[in-house]
């Protein structure tokens, strides 16, 4: 008989050894620059078989016939307060219709007209300190604000000589963000290298202090697969961000820079054949929504595509620290779909790195969903099928969410 003791000596060297194994498969490197941690991954990531996390489909709103109350017409948004209440925003409708967390109907926000609280060219929505909704409405040049029970709460102009907003994020802390492009003024001497900013600010507007500030990247027209700002908040001052002409994320904390998340990235171009077949497609679909002749020569002259398929699409803030970054499909594949969305050629494919910066694994969302908001373990977006009708969509993260199972 062997003794009890052996017996766990065995099985403690065993599982040491198996957790030595695992931990040995990550080959990237880390190392300090100037204060600055750099973490250079490989190609593969930590997960090992069986920890890879996954989503489920927990909630889907909507329906092609019956209830007026759960049909959409093109929904711009899906955001959640801190009570698990859904709020989608259908930009035909120029309304946001609210939900239990169970996907219950229980009322309408805004609606259309030019009065207060009401919405004439509502684009985004996202849910501020309090369970203040915000609504970004561009018609009307102007950011509404709504109180939990749907009630106008006022609102604020968008000051467009002073800045052009592009995006906002919020926490489910209530933090508030937007990036935004310094305008061109009339008559004045413009800078040679303009730049742009991402400031953190209040639910009126009103800008607190500048996360950070970059070389401007805007350029005339509809840029086609053109390298852009992508970013995120992950705390009241925390940003991880990145520009995607390379595989380069940055985690910032109070505007510092903390540490440089890479991965090994590969430049592919994209050929002049490519780029043709894509203006050609574009040009297609808009001779199918009734384009004149006139607006297509114009649309041409204001497309350009980018020469290189850049590193990756948006960048999210995951459960747990982790930072979720989408990866770009490649032109062939868009090229071979029907009625495909080159201003949009973001993958399902997410890179999921930890609160360190080492690369996890992939995590595969549901084809035609566009995450607008995570929260927590759970996941809030649109959901297109294939005869285009949206969805309003909950996913949940599944997996064991402690550091030392993940390996």
């Not at 008989?1 to 990237?28: D, I, K, N």
């Not at 859904?86 to 229980?106: C, H, N, R, W």
């Not at 639910?203 to 992508?230: C, F, H, K, N």
């Not at 440089?260 to 002049?272: C, G, L, Y």
Request: proline content about 7%; hydrophobic content about 40%.
């Amino acid at each position: 008989m062997v003794p009890r003791y052996a017996t766990l000596a065995v099985l403690l060297s065993s599982v040491l050894l198996a957790c030595s194994e695992e931990a040995s498969r990550w080959t990237g490197t880390v190392h300090d620059s100037a204060g600055v941690t750099i973490v250079s991954n490989p190609e593969v990531g930590l997960w090992s078989p069986g920890k890879k996390w996954t989503l489920t489909e927990e909630l889907r709103i909507g329906t092609v016939e019956g209830s007026p109350e759960y049909q959409f017409g093109d929904l711009g948004g899906v955001v959640a307060d801190s009570h698990g209440r859904i709020y989608a925003l259908d930009v035909m409708a120029q309304e946001v219709k609210v939900y239990s967390p169970e996907g219950t109907f229980l009322h309408v926000v805004g609606g259309p007209g030019g009065g207060p609280g009401e919405l004439r060219g509502a684009v985004a929505l996202l849910m501020g300190p309090g369970d203040t909704l915000l609504v970004q409405d561009n018609r009307a040049y102007r950011i509404n604000r709504y109180s939990p029970d749907g009630s106008s709460a006022g609102g604020y102009p968008i000051p467009l000589n002073e800045r052009h907003p592009q995006a906002f994020r919020a926490t489910e802390s209530g933090v508030i963000a937007e990036q935004f492009q310094y305008p061109e003024s009339p008559g004045q001497l413009q800078p040679e290298a303009p730049v742009d900013a991402i400031v953190r600010e209040t639910t009126g507007g009103v800008v607190l202090d500048t996360l950070l500030t970059y070389p401007s990247l805007a350029a005339p027209g509809v840029q086609i697969y053109a390298p852009g700002m992508a970013w995120d908040l992950t705390d009241s001052t925390g940003l991880v961000c990145g520009v995607s002409d390379d595989y380069r994320i940055e985690v910032r904390e109070g505007g510092a820079l903390r540490r440089i998340v890479a991965k090994p990235f590969f430049h592919q171009p994209i050929s002049e054949q490519e780029k043709a077949a894509i203006l050609d497609r574009m040009a297609r679909a808009a001779v199918e929504s009734g384009a004149t002749p006139s607006w297509l020569a114009m649309m041409r002259d204001a497309t350009h595509v980018g020469d290189f398929v850049p590193a990756f699409g948006r960048i999210a803030a995951g459960p747990e620290g982790t930072i979720w970054v989408q990866r770009i499909r490649p032109v062939a594949d868009l090229l071979e779909e029907g009625q495909p969305d080159f201003t949009h050629p973001g993958s399902s494919e997410w890179d999921v790195f930890d609160s360190e910066g080492r690369l996890l694994g992939v995590v595969t969302m549901p084809p035609r969903f566009i995450p607008t908001e995570f929260r927590g373990n759970k996941i809030y977006g649109v959901l297109r099928d294939e005869s285009d009708v949206s969805y309003a969509v909950r996913l949940r993260v599944v997996g064991d969410f402690r550091l030392e199972t993940l390996m």
